[in-house]
């Protein structure tokens, strides 16, 4: 009996660790590149549209709403080097190229999206960006 006390105890505290976290999210900067084959190969600076995200924060099971798309995220909890808390999340559907730091204490928040960057093919990239958004929860 005290040992599945003990255990009920240990499994509700891990349940509680990593509870949902819902954060609202505006874009408040965006810049990116895009790549440029008509006067030479390179990476022209490309004007990107602020946009809102939606990001729920459930560790493995965590996700992103963007663009009308339900992007499936990995995230952990880690620290930067002043100790502030941050979330830090890549995508979770074999798509390697969406990155996702979240500063839990300021509500700032990155996301990289670096398709472009991995293409294989010269004449065609996507384009490389990153938005800077102000959260809240």
Request: aromatic share 10%; net charge negative.
């Amino acid at each position: 009996m005290k040992y599945s006390l003990f255990l009920t105890l240990i499994i509700s505290t891990c349940l509680q660790a990593e509870e949902l976290q819902v954060w609202q999210c505006q874009s408040t900067n965006a810049v990116g590149f895009n790549w440029n084959t008509e006067e030479g190969y390179g990476w022209d600076i490309k004007v990107v549209p602020k946009t809102n995200i939606a990001f729920n924060f459930n560790g493995t099971n965590s996700s992103l709403f963007l663009n009308s798309e339900n992007i499936p995220l990995s995230c952990v909890n880690t620290k930067n080097d002043t100790g502030e808390r941050l979330v830090s999340c890549v995508r979770n559907d074999t798509k390697p190229y969406d990155f996702l730091v979240l500063n839990i204490e300021s509500g700032q928040a990155s996301l990289s999206r670096l398709g472009g960057s991995v293409s294989s093919n010269t004449f065609f990239r996507e384009m490389v960006s990153t938005n800077i958004f102000q959260c809240s929860s």
